[in-house]
C-alpha cells in the first residue's frame, strides 16, 4: 500500500499528516521547521523510487 506525506510549513512549525493511498490518515504530528528534525518524523516508505524520480525531474525543472 502507498503512503502519502503532506507537509503544511511555516516558518516556526510544520505540521506533517501521513495519509494511505485511501485517504485515510495514519498519523500526524507538528515539528519545528528545521530539516534535521522533520526527516527523522517521516516514515522510511516515502522514500520510494516515485519519490526520487518526482524530485529529479523538479530540480531539473528548477536549474532550467
Known amino acids: 500500500m ?3 506525506v503532506g507537509l503544511d510549513v511555516s516558518m516556526k ?6 495519509m494511505n ?5 495514519i498519523d500526524g504530528t507538528v515539528s519545528i521547521s ?3 528534525k522533520i526527516l527523522p518524523l517521516l516514515p522510511d516508505k516515502i522514500y520510494s ?4 524520480l518526482y524530485v529529479k ?3 531539473k ?3 532550467a
Not at 13 to 18: D, M, N
Not at 21 to 25: A, I
Open 2 to 4: 502507498k503512503h502519502y
Open 61 to 63: 525543472r528548477i536549474q
Open 49 to 52: 523510487l516515485e519519490k526520487d
Open 57 to 59: 525531474k523538479r530540480q
Open 13 to 18: 512549525e510544520t505540521f506533517i499528516c501521513i
Open 34 to 36: 528545521l530539516l534535521v
Open 21 to 25: 493511498e485511501n485517504g485515510k490518515v
